[in-house]
Nanobody, 117 residues
Framework: QVQLVESGGGLVQAGGSLRLSCAAS????????MGWFRQAPGKERESVAAISMSGGTPYYADSVKGRFTISRDNAKKTVYLQMNILKPEDTAVYYC??????????WGQGTQVTVSA
């Protein structure tokens, strides 16, 4: 089984930056794809970014392209989400997920990101 633990959330002013981390443990080879999702109050969970084991051509939601960067360190079994030029609409609980291809079925507990205007 794979366990995921997120960290790095917090409160930041608009225009600021945060870096989220997701540390994986267990049989991570069974879930090579990693992604970040978010859920704002009253809204459905949405995909933010995803990255394959090789790290090539990550996926980004249109709303974060040019501002967020997903990366991974396979030796440390850790995935990162660097978030720059944050906007109030980025406020949400951010979840790390692991899966195969485009299907994610293992989730972390989430970390709150709050961006003040």
């Amino acid at each position: 089984q794979v366990q995921l633990v997120e960290s790095g959330g917090g409160l930041v002013q608009a225009g600021g930056s945060l870096r989220l981390s997701c540390a994986a443990s267990g049989r991570t080879f069974s879930r090579p794809a990693m992604g970040w999702f978010r859920q704002a109050p009253g809204k459905e969970r949405e995909s933010v970014a995803a990255i394959s084991m090789s790290g090539g051509t990550p996926y980004y939601a249109d709303s974060v392209k040019g501002r967020f960067t997903i990366s991974r360190d396979n030796a440390k079994k850790t995935v990162y989400l660097q978030m720059n030029i944050l906007k109030p609409e980025d406020t949400a609980v951010y979840y790390c997920a692991a899966g195969v291809g485009g299907t994610f079925d293992l989730w972390g507990q989430g970390t709150q990101v709050t961006v003040s205007a």
